[in-house]
């Protein structure tokens, strides 16, 4: 089964448990015999792919998820549906965090991802240097470089711990294998998208030969 | 006595009480039988205020706080001198939290404001929309626009309470009234800058005519 998450910068394909990155402006012919299972988070980019390869499938159509919260991403839907009970940290450009229970998505929240934080800090004039993101988080920063990366980290860490209590944290995306060291009750799994989309496309048969 | 806070954007002035603010390029003339008392963090404002005033003195020489902070700035180490215990949080176009006990300087670090948040999601494209600061923070966001308001006021909110404790907090800068309504054991004081500066003054007699 092919596999692809189109995102607004990169499209990720999965494959016999191997992930790879292609960029929008350099997508690689895939062979016509296999379907290309795929969601989207972006027209421009989807419009790409439809028009290079005739045999693709969007599954958006087949993803169920309990919630009420209003325009949830479907990359984040993918992801929650992955998982029963727990929290969903996909940390990117934006960092959300979903909190699932017993199958039932209870809300969600969206922090800066790292990068943003030192972005933002680079545009403040006496803030303008490079982040620590070996900071020491059990001591007062000394230092202007400290601050801003233990205000950064120290932000995105007690929030989500706030909300994941002792459940188990599943982290993704790009900077999910380094904040999930912050936490004893994490898994970084950056198949996550792919195991939900793996699971709608069974549940609800839509397997097309090979 | 005539104080000024010079700061990148603005003049703030004090005088008997009353605090306004006069923009940089919009300087009113003050009369120059009072000695203008300041400190700065921007070498440019400085200038302008010293070209048109001519009875100036730049209090910054006798600012002495217990510190192994490297270069804190001189408006949060004069804020600093204004409390001997607690926490004080400048909630400006960034947000610095200090840390005082009996006088001393433990540390403190800094998060960018709220303002900064709400610009830095303007420019993620799926997230473009207004803030909604009457977010509740006791239930989980059901939309995007909430999502991204519970993510800066969480943050913001839990990192403060982490370091404070049940220590007192004292807010001040443009969204510190906001802020402060978060915290039981908190004080709003938009003049903690001026009686810093005040003591200052008074401790080392530097007080000329008027």
Redesign the interface.
């Known amino acids: 089964m092919l596999l692809c998450d189109i995102g ?1 910068s990169y499209f990720h394909f999965f494959y016999k448990g191997r992930i790879w990155r292609e960029e929008s402006n350099g997508l690689t012919k895939k062979n016509k015999d296999f379907t290309i299972y795929y969601i989207s ?1 972006n027209a421009r980019n989807e419009k790409k792919l439809l028009e290079s390869h005739s045999n693709c499938l969007n599954i958006e159509k087949f993803v169920k998820l309990d919630t ?4 949830l ?1 479907i990359d984040r839907k993918v992801a929650c549906l992955s998982i029963r009970n727990g929290v969903i940290v996909d940390s990117g ?5 979903d ?1 699932m229970q017993e199958g039932i998505h ?7 991802g790292i990068e ?2 030192r972005r ?2 680079a545009n ?4 303008k240097m490079e982040f620590n993101l070996d900071v020491s988080l059990n ?6 470089k ?3 990366s ?3 980290l ?3 860490i ?2 989500i711990q ?2 994941s209590k002792d459940n188990y944290i599943y982290f993704t995306g790009g900077d999910g294998k380094f904040l999930s060291r912050f936490f004893h009750n994490s898994i970084y799994d950056n198949t996550l998208i792919f195991k939900g989309m793996t699971k709608i496309v069974n549940e609800n048969h839509i397997l097309k030969v090979r």
Chains 1, 2 share one sequence.
């Open positions: 607004n988070v009420i919260y209003q325009g991403g450009s934006a960092i959300t965090i909190i209870l809300g969600g929240y969206i922090l800066p943003s934080y933002l800090f403040i004039e006496t803030l001591s007062l920063p000394q230092n202007t400290d601050a801003v233990y205000g950064c120290k932000s995105i007690l929030t706030d909300v």
